[in-house]
């Protein structure tokens, strides 16, 4: 059977699919936090109801994400020790700190998260309730950053010796800040809030576009594209820096995502294009000595070809279309926030115009694909290394005949949690819509004054 063949790619197309799906609902357990506590904050600070509602709806559907968080990510756990046995054997010991860590931030959210959501309406000082929101972002922002010191360690392994085959010499701290690190974690956490303020803004702009001209709806758009632009330009900038950081550190991947072949300085950047077996490419975009410029701020910059790598350690070339896909939608995420943002100021602009409100709502599963292309070019690209010059994937994966099977009952357990999620979460806010909130909290005002 196929399923008992290949091993190795049965658990690499098993951990693609949990990862893959797990990040779905990991970044946006990262992304929103902030923007319910932004939400409050305005709500207090301008006494406005609205955003005080924005941040208690969300705080509600942040829950259910939460829950199926915590499922995929223990089965992303438990896919590390069956399928990925003998990395976990060597390099285990180095990255358990930041896993432990991780584990701690993720109860530490939980608990004040369980805490905030009791506490509605409990405390006479609304800032009160608003500071519980604190924890939940700072727990929240410290899973991403220990689980992403671990996706780095595979990039850029340092902190243990091997000596005969077998790891001494242990340093957490040091395997946890490694080169890879800032560019990375940095890369990841403001993705997160990018990819929650475009997910939540295209909510509000899909009920404007159906008639819904809601005060609150507005306002949820307004503030969503005004975090989005700021976290916008984050990215671009950190996108640069990491660029940057592949140009030193693992250049084979930065040359494979531009199909860069000649060891050149005033190297183009190429964007788009097909490939042929003879690595010809045509149809592509070139850009006089972008790439230069991206790995080392300079056209002079000299950049490493492909032709300098030995065949067995290039990754597959396909990565260069998940790396400009990442950077399309980047910038187009960019671009219609800005735009919003700016139209929305110019007060004789109609911002919420129907051509740009179906951006802002494209720009919500747009966001969602270019996290998933991100990582998809992070993990391809380092290929085929597990852990970067020191184990091969080969090397690390399980050789039992089962993962066949294991593929099989976890793609029906996700579709089971996906169509759940979704079931659930349309039914909690259709039964509960904006208007009736805001009806039942001006009862419930005046009934108190």
Known sequence: MFFENDPVLLSRILTYLTLGFHAIFATIGVGIPIMIAIAEWMGIKRNDPHYTLLARRWARGFVITVAIGVVTGTAMGLQLSLLWPNFMQAAGHTIGLPMFMEVFAFFFEAIFLGIYLYTWDRFKSKMRHFLLVIPIVIGATASAFFITT?????????????????????????????????TKISHVIITCYLTAAF??????????????????????LHMT?????????????????????????????????EWHFETETEAPLILGGII??????????????????????????EVIGLNEFPEEDLPPLFVHYFFDLMVFIGMYLAAVSTLFVVMNWKKTWNAFNKPLLIMVAAGGPLAIVAMESGWIFAE??????????????????TTSGQVGLMLILFALLYTVLAVTCIGVLRKMFKRNPVEREMYKREIQNYEVK
């Open 150 to 182: 671990v996706n780095a360690f595979m990039n850029a392994p340092q902190g243990f010796e091997i000596v005969n085959g077998v790891v001494t010499n242990v340093n957490p701290i040091e395997a946890m800040f490694n080169p890879a690190t800032p």
């Open 225 to 257: 594209m005004v975090a989005g632009a700021v976290f916008a330009v984050g990215t671009a900038v950190i996108g640069d820096l990491s660029g940057k950081y592949l140009h030193e550190y693992q250049p084979e991947k930065l040359a494979a995502a």
């Open 276 to 301: 042929n077996e003879d690595n010809e490419i045509s149809y592509a975009l070139e850009i006089p000595y972008a790439l230069s410029i991206l790995a080392g701020g300079t056209p002079d910059t």
């Open 380 to 397: 391809v690209g380092r290929q085929p290394w597990i852990l970067n010059g020191i184990m091969r994937t080969s090397e690390g994966a």
């Open 199 to 220: 997910v939540l803004g295209a909510i509000a702009a899909v009920k404007i576009l159906r008639g819904n001209k809601s005060v609150y709806h507005r306002k949820a």
